[in-house]
């Protein structure tokens, strides 16, 4: 089932018809039978962009950039649910590189991120190399030739000397396991593949889901639906998200003078790194001074106890996702908006039977129920030396300084095991993350590549875990952040400007150089 469409944009005439100088498939296709690349870059989003600018500064200009949607900007092209913005603000969820003095909003709703993204690509040059509509199903390295051999949906082969990879965990949109979820007649879709062409008005919509997609796409839907029910399963901790327009002077100002624009952004940075982080330690003045107002901004927006009970969490602050929202509490009290905390039995027909007995029929079913968080690259099959795959990997996913994956030769995974943030920008971590992946790629010889030492991954891990174990994300038995085994593979658990030391220069003492 279909359950869902991405946004309508063309590549070819994106940001007003500007044509990005993208080759055709036919092309595509001649080259990749005929070259051998420096690099293939799987992903058009914020890292396979970063990534591609770092190779063109370093003198690397054989490479293309495989993008398998019709768009760029990976997950806001994904993302175009009502609503959809950024909870990182805006200053700071840009490249440091190519800052923005137009942004509209304090936080940028997800069109605009998509145009920003589109203009760093046109401004870089860097659309002849992007191949659209061009999935990448698998890969095997051959030993003999230090090459990688990367296989498209369509059935040509792409053949590069390193592969690189964007993790994006939020790309693979999640399911609910429910019961008669083929049988309703109406229309319903992934809030990650949200279908433009269904009409909400005057409907009576479903929400399946109250996390961080939620909070945004209520407000908007319930201006247009008749009866919203929102299907809550867990409540979630909320603290004012103190959005605002930027005015036409502050604009003009950014624009004139790009130095306030880097202290904005700086003082930005300084906030999530020193207050917010903090958040995530076990216990803490910040931890304390976020929960008062988390509760004391709902007990101002929620009169009705009954309610108010229903939207109370019942575990510390930070061990799950913080949300951000200025009007999803006032959307709750709205009259054609109903919470519903009782559990699914199944879909039906007509729409949701509760376990109370209860039918709730609606029109349309929104499914805001995440993604596949910790099964990483889940339709990527990759085979390095010695046969190893991919998909063993993934049973137990670790990987070196979160960019390098043991016996995955010449290769790097970008935002791979835990480099995802719970308070800042992952900007941050790609720009950490991409220097040094181009100081390695210089580091190898042709001909040959090169292999993480397992010591040296173990090591790291084992570092990193050990400091998880203290944090607030320990403190509960469920969340998108940990597996099924309790470990939490995704996370980062220090400040970023930790991350970006350790990567500041790269030990060739942590890899071995094979080849001829």
């Known amino acids: 089932m279909d359950y869902g469409q991405r ?15 993208i080759q055709s498939r036919r092309q595509s296709r001649r080259q990749s039978q005929t070259q051998v690349l420096t ?3 799987i992903g058009a989003g914020f890292a396979g962009i970063a990534a591609a600018i770092k190779l063109r500064e370093a003198g690397i200009d054989d490479f293309i950039i495989a993008e398998k949607t019709g768009g760029i900007s990976g997950t806001w092209y994904d993302n175009a649910y009502p609503g959809a913005a950024c909870d990182v603000p805006s200053h700071l ?18 069109g605009e991120i998509r145009e920003y993204v589109e203009d760093v690509v046109k401004d870089y040059d860097l659309g002849k190399h992007i191949r659209p509509h061009t999935e990448i199903l698998s890969a095997e390295f051959d030993e003999a030739t230090a090459l990688w051999h990367a296989k498209t949906k369509s059935g040509d082969t792409i053949t590069a000397r390193f592969l690189i990879a964007s993790v994006a965990i939020l790309g693979t949109p999640k399911l609910p396991d429910i019961e008669g979820i083929n049988n309703f007649k109406g229309a319903q879709f992934h809030s990650t593949r949200w279908d433009k062409s269904v009409d909400l008005k005057g409907k009576r919509i479903a929400v399946i889901g109250s996390a961080a997609s939620t909070i945004q796409i209520a407000p908007e839907i319930a201006k247009i639906g008749t009866e919203i029910s929102i299907f809550q399963r867990t409540p979630n901790w909320i603290i004012p998200r103190m959005d605002r327009n930027y005015s036409r002077f502050e604009k003009a100002i950014f624009a004139r003078f790009p130095f306030i624009m880097k202290l904005v952004r700086l003082a930005m940075y300084l906030y999530l790194e020193l207050v917010f982080y903090r958040v995530f330690k076990k216990q803490g003045w910040v931890n304390k001074y976020l929960t008062r107002g988390a509760n004391k ?3 101002s927006k929620i009169k009705d106890p009954e309610l108010r009970n229903k939207l109370t969490p019942d575990y510390p602050i930070g061990c799950k996702r913080v949300l951000l929202s ?63 795959k991919l998909a063993d990997w993934r049973k137990d996913p670790k990987a070196h300084k979160g960019l390098i994956i043991p016996d995955m030769p010449n290769a790097f995974f970008l935002l791979g095991p835990n480099t995802v943030l719970g308070h800042a920008s992952m900007i941050l971590m790609i720009e950490a993350q991409t220097p040094y992946m181009v100081k390695l790629m210089q580091a190898v010889p042709d001909g040959k590549y090169f292999t993480v030492k397992p010591d040296v991954v173990k ?24 597996a099924d085994d309790g470990s939490i593979p995704t996370l980062w658990p220090y400040p970023t400007y930790t991350y970006k030391n350790m990567l500041r220069r790269v030990d060739m003492d942590e890899y071995d150089i094979y080849g001829e």
């Not at 946004?7 to 100088?21: A, F, K, V, Y």
């Not at 699914?344 to 709730?360: A, E, N, P, Y």
């Open 459 to 482: 090591a790291y891990n084992d570092c990193i875990q050990a400091r998880l174990k203290t944090s607030i994300w320990a403190t509960t038995s469920q969340s998108w952040y940990k």
């Open 7 to 21: 946004p309508n944009t063309n590549m070819q005439s994106i940001i007003g018809g500007r044509h990005l100088g």
């Open 297 to 299: 901004l709902r007990a």
């Open 39 to 41: 690099a293939l870059i």
């Open 93 to 110: 969820y840009s490249y440091s590189f190519a800052p923005n003095p137009n942004w509209s909003r304090r936080f940028s709703p997800a």
């Open 326 to 388: 200025d009007d999803y509490y006032d959307t709750i009290n709205r009259d054609n908006v109903e919470l519903i905390t009782d559990g699914i039995k199944r879909i039906t027909k007509d729409g949701v039977k509760l376990v109370s007995g209860r039918d709730v029929n609606v029109d349309i079913i929104a499914y805001a129920t995440g993604f596949y968080t910790t099964e990483f690259l889940p339709h990527l099959d990759l085979t390095g030396v010695g046969g190893v």
